[in-house]
């Protein structure tokens, strides 16, 4: 059965950093993407970042040159390190796994960017 953990999420002041990590488990061989995507209540859960199993990479506007996706087989773990934070990254972030056109998630880890 795949699993999804997130942690990392927290407490930072605008224009500190935050490291966002998923572990995945699970017997997972292959998958057709990975990804951060968050949500707001009230709100469509949105893409932040993604990777695909062709090593392409995709980041909202909102975030390019602030986040980074990446992923460490060895450790079967996602990050997204996210630099130069703003209130408006405040959000409800979640891990997400498309395995066979099925997409797993993980249970979110709130993120609060505040003074």
């Known amino acids: 059965q795949i699993q999804l953990v997130e942690s990392g999420g927290g407490l930072v002041e605008p224009g500190g950093s935050l490291r966002l990590s998923c572990v995945f488990s699970g017997g997972i061989l292959r998958f057709d993407d990975m990804g951060w995507y968050r949500q707001d209540p009230g709100k469509m859960r949105t893409l932040v970042a993604a990777v695909f199993s062709n090593g392409a990479t995709k980041y909202a506007d909102s975030v390019m040159g602030r986040f980074t996706v990446s992923i460490d087989g060895a450790k079967n773990t996602m990050y997204l390190q996210m630099n130069s934070l703003e209130p408006e990254d405040t959000s409800l972030y979640y891990c997400?796994?498309?395995?066979?056109?099925?997409?797993?998630w993980g249970k979110g880890t709130q993120v609060t960017v505040s003074s």
């Open positions: 997400n796994l498309g395995v066979d056109r099925v997409n797993y």
